[in-house]
Structure formats: C-alpha cells, structure tokens
C-alpha cells in the first residue's frame, strides 16, 4: 500500500476512535507514532540488508573511471584516500577495473589480473573498510571500445562481431577513430569467463565485499547482447537467448566462484552510446533479467538512459520503473538522480537503492549533505579524468 494510502486510513480510524469512550489513549498513541521523526526520516537514509550485508544507508556510489591508477593499472594511496572520503555511502561501487590486459580500453585505469594489482586494491579496501565503509569492485572488459595502441602487442581489440563502436579513443598518441575490431573465435569465449572468474576472485583476494559485472555501457558483454553489436551466426549469436549467453555464463562462473550474494551485475537497458542499439530492447532485457533473478543476485544495478531518446522511440524511457516488476531481488537505480527525485523512486518502490555518480566525485560526505539539507558542491568535470588530486582528493566536506 502507498505511504499516503496508509496514513490517510490512520487518520479515518483515529477520527473513529476518537468518537469512543475509550478510545482517548489510543489516539494519543496513533499521534505520536504519526509524528515520530524515525517515520519522517528521508528512506534514502534508512539502513537496508544487503544479503549478509547491512549497508548504513540506501545511497551508492556508482562506479567512476577517473584514470588515476598508477603504473601497471595499479591503485595506490591517493585512490585509497579517495574511496575512503566516500566510506558514509551505503555501498561504494568501485570504478571499472580491466579483467585482463585485453581488457583494457583507457589509459591508466585500474586492472584486477595481476598481483601488484591486487595488492594495490587491498589499500584501497582496507583504507574503506576502516572508515566503516562497504565496497564492491566492477569487473570489466572493454571490448571493441578500444585501440589497438592500447592492447597487449598491438591486437585489435576484440568484440561479438567486426563492427567498429564508429567513435573515437583517446591512446597515448592521442585521439584516433575506432577500429574494427577482431570477432572472438568461439574457442575464445571459454577464457574469457576464466578471466571473469579469476578477477572475482582476485577481488575476493584484495579484499573487497563483493563485485559488479559490468555488463552495461556498451562494454563487451552489452555488445554480445545488443543486436547491433552481435551478428554471430554460433550459440553467442542470433537469438536473444544465444545474445545473452556469456553475460549469463560470466555470471554463473562468478557466482559459484564466490557466491550470489557477493555477485551484482550492471545493465544499461537504454544506452546508445557508440553504436549500440538493439531491435528489442523490452524482450531483450525483459528475458536477460528474468533469467538473472533466478540467481538470487547480491543486487541487479540498472542505468536510465543517458542519451536523448528522441530517434530511439523503441527505447525504454524509465528504465528501473519499467523493470522492476521482472525483478524480485534488490533493485539499484542509476541516471541523473538528485537527492530528491532518488527519494521519490525508493518511495514510489521503483528501485531498494539509488547510485549517485557526478554528486558522490563533488560531495565526498553526500549522506550527511543530505541529512542536513546542506548545499551541495557542483562537480568539475575537467578533473574528472585528469591525473593528479585536483578534482579527485579535494573537494570540502561540510562543516
Ligand atoms: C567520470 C565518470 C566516470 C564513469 N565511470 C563509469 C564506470 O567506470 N563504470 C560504469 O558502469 N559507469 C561509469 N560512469 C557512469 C556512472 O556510473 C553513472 O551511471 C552516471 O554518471 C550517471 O549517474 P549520475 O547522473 O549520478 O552521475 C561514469 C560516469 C562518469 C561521470
């Protein structure tokens, strides 16, 4: 029942009551419980059980590439300051962090292969979890978004098909058009769920408390999806079922590697950035989220459209409200939320969390911001890639 629904029937059994002899003390009662603060308190900011994991809030912050991990993609101090800044968000989603050098598709940006890298995240952990803050990592694999001047011995980068994202990548010779990128054998597939897994666990290692496929923001597995990207003619092509197969392979491997309440997964059903675009988006994710609450996921993460739809109608324009009635499992939401409007789609049932991203990178103590009704610094984006602390490590906390 809506909130007001519910507040509208108290108020006609306490004008009853009130017409009883007894019925004095009750009213006071049902009074004060309607005026309790607890019940006023903003939902964003009620504690919510994720799992086994009790987050202090319904905030998150979303995941941000911000190209400021050291040589070799590993995270060192400067990150670890940063995430741990942000550790009164419910959850932090840490950036995007290559599961292979393959994987790779901007400069500097984090991996979780390699052992440095590993050892590099567990400051960034150790330094969140001692705020009293909870942080998973998103798992990613850029697929043909880019350049061979950035892959291992110069490959092309890889995808479902040979058809180029048709944008630009900036490499360390600056920006160049995407290339067409080299389809992936089918005997390939296998190892990329290895390296899927692997970078689960690895996470697991660095000590995070769970991580997010990144299956959105037309990144590998979203182009193994969306049937623009795929024109495979194997099982990894062709039907919706066959699109959605690695995605749902990924996840397989990563939920008995370390488990479904550790494991969430991001999907940006609307997206139409470089190239992506899909006949069906409604059936397509419709079936991909169906099969993903079957999983008994840690959380199912989805993005609203970033772009205009305006040449898109066939895309959905309210992405989590349109959803939600697919999923059964814990709902986060993501897009252009402010304080308000995030408040308004918890109470409105449309999403259990809300992902903030531009306002967590200018608003390092945002929870308290908004207790406090407090203003609320504008982001830079000129900082938001840069590498140096500018923009990263200085923005100020209210008083
Ligand atoms: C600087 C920047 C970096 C981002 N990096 C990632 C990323 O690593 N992974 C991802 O899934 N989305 C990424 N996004 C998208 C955000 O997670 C988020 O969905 C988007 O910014 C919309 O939320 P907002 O309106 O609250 O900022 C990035 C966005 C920005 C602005």
């Known amino acids: 029942m809506p909130a007001s629904g519910y507040a509208d029937r108290l108020c006609l059994l306490t004008d009853q009551l009130k017409k009883q002899p007894s019925g004095a003390t009750l009213c006071r009662k049902f009074s004060l419980w309607i005026h309790n603060p607890f019940r006023k308190m903003n939902p964003l900011l009620q504690p919510y059980q994720l799992g086994n994991i009790t987050l202090k809030n319904r905030l998150v912050m979303s995941p941000l590439t911000r190209r400021r991990a050291g040589e070799g993609g590993v995270p060192g101090e400067m990150n670890a300051l940063y995430y741990a800044q942000r550790a009164s968000a419910g959850l932090i989603i840490a950036e995007a962090s290559q599961i292979s050098p393959q994987g790779v598709g901007y400069m500097n940006t984090p991996g979780i292969h390699s052992t440095a890298q590993v050892e590099g995240w567990k400051k960034v952990t150790a330094a969140v979890h001692a705020e ?47 290339e067409v990128p080299r389809s992936l054998e089918l005997s390939e597939i296998p ?47 062709g039907s919706i079922e066959n699109r959605c197969r690695l995605t749902l392979e990924v996840t397989d491997a990563i939920c008995s590697e370390i488990g479904n309440d550790k494991t969430g997964i991001r999907l940006s059903p609307s997206n139409i950035r470089y190239g992506m675009d899909d006949e069906n988006p409604a059936e397509l994710f419709g079936y991909v989220i169906r099969e993903l609450d079957q999983q008994k996921l840690a959380y199912l993460h989805l993005v609203e459209p970033m772009l205009s739809l305006e040449n898109h109608p066939h895309m959905i324009p309210h992405v989590a409200r349109h959803f939600r009635k697919h999923y059964t499992g814990t ?13 308004q789609t918890v109470k409105a049932g449309d999403a259990d969390l809300v992902a903030f991203g531009r306002l967590f990178i200018a608003n390092p103590d945002l929870p308290a911001r908004i207790l406090n009704h407090a203003h609320l610094n504008a982001p830079d984006p000129d900082t938001f890639y840069t ?6 490590i200085d923005y100020p906390y209210i008083s």
């Open 331 to 343: 709902l986060v939401t993501a897009g252009n939320y402010t304080p308000e409007s995030g408040k």
């Open 191 to 237: 190892g990329i769920v290895e390296d899927y897994r692997k970078a689960a666990t690895n996470a697991m290692e660095a000590g995070f408390d769970g991580v997010e496929i990144h299956a959105a923001n037309s990144y590998l597995l979203d182009q193994f999806m969306h049937s623009s990207s795929n024109t495979r003619t194997d099982q990894y092509g």
């Open 387 to 392: 590498r140096g602390p500018e923009g990263y």
């Open 132 to 178: 009293g803050g909870l942080i998973f990592l998103q798992l990613w694999h850029v697929g043909r978004v880019s350049h061979s001047l950035l892959q291992p011995g110069h490959a092309l980068p890889v995808s479902a098909s040979a058809i180029s994202g048709g944008d630009y990548i900036t490499t360390p010779e600056g920006k160049r058009p995407m």
